[in-house]
Every structure is written in C-alpha cells, then in structure tokens.
C-alpha cells in the first residue's frame, strides 16, 4: 500500500513537472538559439564538423588535446539514454517518439552550444588551479543575483543523484541480471565499490578512464547495432515509415488538441531527448569547463554541438532502428511481455546473435552507464563547490556529497525501473527550468560561431 502512494506521489509531481510549460521552455529555447545563430547547425555542418570531429579524424594537434575533455561530456551525455532511454520512449510513445528526439536534438544542437559558450565566457579559476564552470556561474553573474545560480547547483546535485547515479545503476543492474543471472545485491555491491575506487582520485583520474572507456563501448555498441540493422535492412525503409507517420498521427482529438498518441511522443521524445543528449541542462557547460586555460567558448561550443549530433541522431537513431527492427515494428515491441528499458535492447540482440549478443550488450550497457556515473559525480561535485566555496567546508561537503552518491548508486541497483527513471526526469526538469529561463535572458551574449558565413 505505502509503495503504491508512493509511486503515485511521484508520477503526479513528474506530470507536473513535464507539463506542457517544460516542453514548450526546452522546444523555445532551441528555437530561440537556432533562430539567432541562424541555423548555423544545419546551413554550417562542415564548418563545426570540420572543426571537431573531422580535425580529431585528421589528427590535428589541437583537436587531439580536447579529446579528454570530450570523452568526460560523452561519458556523462552517451549512457543509458542511448539504450534503455530510447527503449523506454519506444514503449510508451511508439515510433513516433523517434521523431521528436531527432527534433530535440536537432534544436539541442543550438541550445548546447549556447550554454557551453556561455560557460567558458563566465568560469572562474579555483585556489588549487582548477575551473569551475557552468549554469550557476552565468546565472549568477549574467543576472547579476546568486539566488538562480544556488537554486541550480540545488538541482544539478539532485539530478547526479536521479540520473546520474541511479538511473545508470538500475541500469548496469538489470542488465547483469537478465544476460548472467547476476544477483542486484551483489551487483550493487561491486559497482558500488568500483565507483568508490575512482571518484575520489579527482577529475583527472575520471577523464583518463572515460578517455578509455567512452570510445571502446560506444564502437563496440556501434558495430552490434549496425549489424543488426544490416541483417534486417529489408524493414528499414518501413521502420522510417513508421516513424514518421508515428509522430504526427493524432489517435484521439477533441476541441482541437492534439490527440493522446501524438501528445505521448512528443513527450516521451524530447524527454528521452534530453535524458540522452542533456542540451538544456546545462551539464555540458560544467563539463566543458576542465578544459585547458587557451580553450575558446566558441570552440568548446562547437564540440557540445557535435556531441549532442552523436549521441543523439547518431547512437539514439541506431539503438532505435535495431529494436524496431527486429521487433517488427512498434506493434511488435515485445507487447505484453512487461520488458523495457535495457532488457528490451538486450532480448533484441539476444534474439540476432543468442546469448552471445546479450552478454555482448549487457557489457556495453555496463561500459556506458559506469562512464557516465564517474563523469556525473563531477557535476554534482562543482555544484557541490558553487554552493560552499572553496573554504573549509567544501572537503567535509564533498565527502558527505561522495557517501550520499555512492548510496544513491547503491540504492539505483536494487530499486524498480518505474520509480528510478521517473525520480531521475523530475530531477533532470528542476534542473532545466533555471537553466533554459536564464538562457534566453542571455541569450544576446552569445556570439555566433560562423559570422562571416552567417552574413
């Protein structure tokens, strides 16, 4: 009974918080961005590829020096968002909901790039040498008051504890449990150590592991999907089919609102949009802000556009086109079966390659959600720095802040999906609204990326 109300509580204050009005400020916030850059993410695609990954690809010397800094916001931003986020958005608003990420993170695109160049035009140096960077800096000094700066450094610590540490913990969880039978105490218990082993070994030590681990998994995840999509591709063009009819057709309408389907993925897809690619977080800015003292908020910005083009079109598309086909479509999604999240990605590729592709999966799975764990213990620790300073509380707070995350890893392993992933997106909304309302405000400090070409 008590669990029942409990998981009532949450899904009323969830619906309030993924109301209309959070939609509306996310999708107006990308609009605004992409109107006064001029859509510089579509008309100017070689130039910010040609300054990210295509300068990585072509081995230049500056690019190679940002790719640590890079693989810390893959880490935090390619997860389980990419697979059991997808998976989720796939069951509760369809096809369709494919759609409305790729509008999310096509309009994201303006939005990351925004906050990122923000952030690294208002971080300050710390005592011991270190930046600190983010939506609470910009907030603070843009609008002139400390108290929107606090009020998101209250909710970015909140959301490293939904999204950031138990969302990827139930995830590694499941995911044990259904390809090795694995138990969620003792699962619990050994990421729970392995996380301990790492965070506190400072940022450093959390980049170099992501510098090894996001470009592993995300190929390794890459190569399954873009097999099974091969072995399946006569249902590709009737997957896309679905996907496109799925997004616009209204199943109920009355009084000219939209029809519940419709309404289902476009909720379900900017929210799964932003769980996976965070544009509108602000998590971007803080994470772009370890980057080296002669780092540019114009370059920085343009890496933060092609993060959320990879994660996003590129690895939520892939995770999506695997499951729908070899489900058959969205009738098909594994109805009645009560799988989701992970566990629906993992009978996929169970189904293509055996036990094989599960365990291979579950690993990937693992690989992802343990990168963003460690990477979102230093969100929430800059947070957790905003709010005391650098004085003698912050390394009494930082250790109380590492127990309560390690805990929240913990309890991520044993708890139900539902609750989980709802705690994490109300989370992820407190943490937007501040951010997204600032960045409009601000939004005539941001510079475009491309003026000569814009004119």
């Not at 109300?426 to 005539?444: D, Q, T, V």
Request: hydrophobic residues 50%; contains cysteine; positive net charge.
């Amino acid at each position: 009974m008590l669990r029942a109300c409990i998981l009532y509580m949450v899904r009323v204050i969830h619906d309030a918080v993924w109301g209309n009005w959070l939609l509306a400020l996310f999708l107006g916030a990308g609009i605004c961005f992409t109107i006064r850059l001029r859509g510089f993410q579509a008309r100017s695609v070689r130039g910010w590829w040609g300054e990210t990954a295509g300068a990585l690809l072509k081995g230049k010397e500056g690019a190679r020096g940002q790719l640590s800094t890079v693989c810390t916001a893959l880490a935090a931003t390619v997860g389980t968002g990419n697979i059991a986020g997808v998976a989720t958005a796939l069951a509760a608003g369809g096809p369709g909901a494919v759609f409305w990420m790729w509008a999310a993170a096509f309009l994201g695109m303006a939005t990351a790039y925004a906050e990122t160049y923000l952030g690294l035009c208002f971080r300050r140096k710390r005592a011991d040498g270190s930046y600190l960077c983010g939506p609470f800096l910009y907030l603070e000094e843009g609008l002139g008051s400390r108290v929107p700066g606090g009020v998101y450094a209250l909710f970015c610590v909140l959301a490293s504890l939904g999204m950031g540490s138990m969302v990827q913990a139930n995830s590694i969880s499941e995911s044990a449990g259904c390809a090795f039978s694995l138990p969620a105490f003792g699962v619990g218990t050994v990421v729970t150590a392995l996380v301990m082993a790492v965070i506190f070994g400072g940022i450093r030590r959390i980049s170099d592991l992501a510098a090894r681990l996001v470009p592993f998994s995300a190929g390794l995840y890459m190569a399954l999907c873009l097999t099974v999509i091969l072995g399946y591709y006569d249902r590709v063009p009737a997957v896309f089919g679905e996907i496109l009819s799925g997004a616009f057709r209204p199943e109920s309408a009355a009084g000219g609102v939209l029809g519940y389907g419709m309404k289902q993925a476009v909720r379900f897809g900017v929210a799964r949009g932003v769980f996976s690619n965070e544009a509108g977080l602000g998590s971007l800015a803080v994470l772009h802000g370890s980057a080296g003292e002669d780092a540019s908020p114009r370059q920085q910005g343009l890496w933060a556009v092609f993060e959320v083009f990879f994660d996003t079109i590129v690895s939520c598309t892939l995770t999506a086109l695997a499951v729908l086909c070899v489900s058959g479509g969205g009738s098909g999604l594994y109805a009645g079966s009560g799988m989701d999240g992970s566990a629906m990605v993992t009978a996929c590729f169970a189904h293509c390659f055996g036990r094989i592709g599960g365990w291979l999966t579950a690993v990937s799975m693992c690989l992802f959600a343990f990168a963003t764990i460690i990477a979102w213990f230093y969100l929430g620790q800059q947070a957790v720095c905003y709010l005391t300073g650098d004085g003698r509380w912050f390394r009494a707070a930082c250790l109380f802040y590492g127990a309560l995350y390690l805990c929240a890893v913990f309890f991520g392993c044993m708890a139900r999906m539902e609750l989980v992933w709802q705690l994490s997106d109300i989370f992820n909304g407190l943490m937007a609204a501040p951010n997204l309302l600032g960045l409009l405000i601000l939004s005539g400090k941001v510079k475009r990326p491309f003026e000569k070409e814009m004119r």
